[in-house]
């Protein structure tokens, strides 16, 4: 993935508190589950002959 989808520093700081480490590639492999549920979502807006996508579409 080229582009980071996610704040690392955010990231961090919410497992963090939850008592719990983050290793070095969480981030990345979290920013690709959010790039599938856009693409998803975008798909969906397609479909339903939208350019828009809404909440609903999540």
Known sequence: MAE????TSKVKEA???????????????LSAHVDAVI???VARAK???RKT??????
Do not use: H
């Open 4 to 7: 980071l989808l996610v704040v």
């Open 53 to 58: 996508v809404r909440p609903e579409d999540f």
């Open 15 to 29: 497992i963090s508190k939850a008592d719990m480490n983050c290793s070095s590639d969480t981030p990345d492999a």
């Open 47 to 49: 479909a339903n002959g």
């Open 39 to 41: 693409q998803k979502a």
